[in-house]
Nanobody, 119 residues
Framework: QLQLVESGGGLVQPGGSLRLSCTAS????????IGWFRQAPGKERKGVSC????????NYADSVKGRFTISRDNAKNTVYLQMNSLKVEDTASYYC????????????WGQGTQVTVSS
């Protein structure tokens, strides 16, 4: 059974950093593109970043460009989202999702991890 599990969320002060992990079980992650999405309370879910199967192409939402970095370690079956210079407006539940290509609609989703940026 294909499963994605996010980890690494938590409470951090503005300007701080967190690294989220998305680990796959039941399948080999290198056969899928992986996207990170986030949803704040009362707001719609939005794409944050995506990385292709090979890792040779990435994309980012304008709001996180220059602050977030997506990467993958296929040997560990894990995709990471390094988040630096965090802002209060980055507070949200973060989800990873898998598809054969980067897309706003992905068929496989994790349960999410909460990121709270607050002083």
């Amino acid at each position: 059974q294909l499963q994605l599990v996010e980890s690494g969320g938590g409470l951090v002060q503005p300007g701080g950093s967190l690294r989220l992990s998305c680990t796959a079980s039941g399948f080999s992650l290198d056969t899928y593109a992986i996207g990170w999405f986030r949803q704040a309370p009362g707001k719609e879910r939005k794409g944050v970043s995506c990385i292709t199967r090979s890792g040779d192409s990435t994309n980012y939402a304008d709001s996180v460009k220059g602050r977030f970095t997506i990467s993958r370690d296929n040997a560990k079956n894990t995709v990471y989202l390094q988040m630096n210079s965090l802002k209060v407006e980055d507070t949200a539940s973060y989800y990873c999702a898998a598809h054969y290509y980067c897309s706003e609609t992905m068929p496989y989703w994790g349960q999410g991890t909460q990121v709270t940026v607050s002083s």
